[in-house]
């Protein structure tokens, strides 16, 4: 039996938690969680998912003070302020595979230390942008391949560029196949605190380009809408219109015909047994690699942090606010 250990059980911790209990396998499953309200939701969510599946035993703890087992898989669902220090005391628990949210880390000395503390344990690691596992985005990806492709765009409003951002340029470089890029946050006009407390938020347009291309452009506007965002992909043959809220996809050719397809993006509840289930059977998952994802966290959050240490104040540690 796996020990399988959740750390951060708040809104995301949670739908991980529930999910768990969709593994195929029998699983121990410890959760880790300081603030009792947050646990105890958690708790009574495990309690009331329902499964017919092998044995789960969940217990929850105030620290990871109180986990004194060997640990084969981490989900670290806390904020990213702070994960490097979780990651270091994880990786001493023996944790050899870990799922680390996004954004990951938020200062380019915490992308480079936790790089080399994960090669220095001999670690596999992967970082949520859960996009790629998308059955559409795999065959879009397919297509592509064979299509060169010049143009991504997001277009849309209150959908978080800063803590987002990063979810893009994960899908861009995933159907690109490509890791290598530059980026300029010289459009973003106005950094706003998030409605998280202790972080921002960013307005404007991001645009950058991946190493011989394609181009692509971030752009996120305030309104006093909901959230809305379209994925534009522009290839000489078609352009894809994905409007992933609506659930709907809009291919048109060079002729003008368009033909509507649907677009479902699963929820987080329905996707970490699943992949905790694919770590337990081949020690790997279809989430992005950590190395290639700190090669894609990197550039954005040099970047993040320049605009935010022009606008604000400098830190020592390089940081800038976003999770
Ligand atoms: N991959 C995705 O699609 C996706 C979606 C939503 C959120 N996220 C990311 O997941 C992370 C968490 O987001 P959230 O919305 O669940 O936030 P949240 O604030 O609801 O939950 C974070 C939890 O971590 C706990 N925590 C903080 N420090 C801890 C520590 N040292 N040990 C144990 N627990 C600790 C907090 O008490 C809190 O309950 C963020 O980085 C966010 O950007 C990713």
Redesign the pocket.
């Known amino acids: 039996m796996k020990n399988v250990l959740l750390?951060?059980?708040?809104?995301?911790?949670?739908r991980h938690l529930q999910s768990l209990k969709n593994s195929q396998k029998p699983i121990r499953i410890f959760v880790?969680?300081?603030?009792d309200e947050?646990r105890a939701l958690a708790e009574t969510a495990f309690q009331q998912a329902a499964s017919e599946l092998p044995e789960k035993v969940a217990s929850f703890h105030r620290?990871?003070d109180e986990i004194d087992q060997t640990i084969d898989i981490v989900i670290d669902?806390?904020?990213?302020t702070?994960r490097l220090?979780?990651l270091k005391r994880v990786l001493a628990l023996g944790a050899k595979d870990l799922v680390l949210?996004?954004?990951t880390f938020n200062s380019v000395s915490d992308i480079d230390q936790a790089g080399a503390l994960v090669e220095q344990h001999a670690a596999r690691a992967w970082v949520?942008?859960?996009r790629r596992l998308n059955p559409f985005y795999i065959q879009l990806r397919s297509v592509l391949a064979t299509a060169s492709f010049s143009r991504f765009e997001v277009v849309g409003e209150n959908f978080g560029m800063a803590?987002n951002a990063i979810?893009f340029i994960d899908l861009f470089s995933f159907l690109a196949g490509r890791h290598v890029y530059d980026i300029s946050l010289a459009g973003v006009q106005d950094i706003v605190p998030s409605k998280?407390s202790n972080y921002i938020e960013f307005f404007g347009v991001a645009s950058g380009a991946f190493e011989s291309g394609p181009e692509f452009k971030i752009d996120c506007r305030e309104s006093t809408s909901g959230v809305k965002f379209k994925i534009r992909i522009v290839t000489p043959i078609n352009e894809y219109l994905i409007d992933e809220v609506a659930g709907r996809v809009e291919v048109t050719d060079r002729d003008g015909n368009t033909e509507a397809l649907g677009f479902r993006q699963r929820y987080?509840g329905e996707l970490t047994g699943p992949l905790v289930d694919a770590i337990i059977q081949h020690q790997q998952c279809g989430l992005t690699v950590f190395s290639e994802s700190m090669a894609l966290h990197r550039p954005f959050i040099e970047a993040a942090y320049a605009l935010y240490a022009s606008k604000y104040k400098e830190n020592a540690m390089k940081m800038v606010p976003i999770?």
Do not use: D
């Not at 750390?7 to 949670?14: D, E, H, S, Y």
């Not at 880790?32 to 603030?35: D, G, I, K």
């Open positions: 750390i951060g059980a708040g809104n995301l911790g949670r880790v969680e300081p603030f947050a620290s990871l669902a806390t904020p990213a702070g220090i979780i949210e996004k954004v949520n942008c859960p803590c979810h998280r987080q999770t």
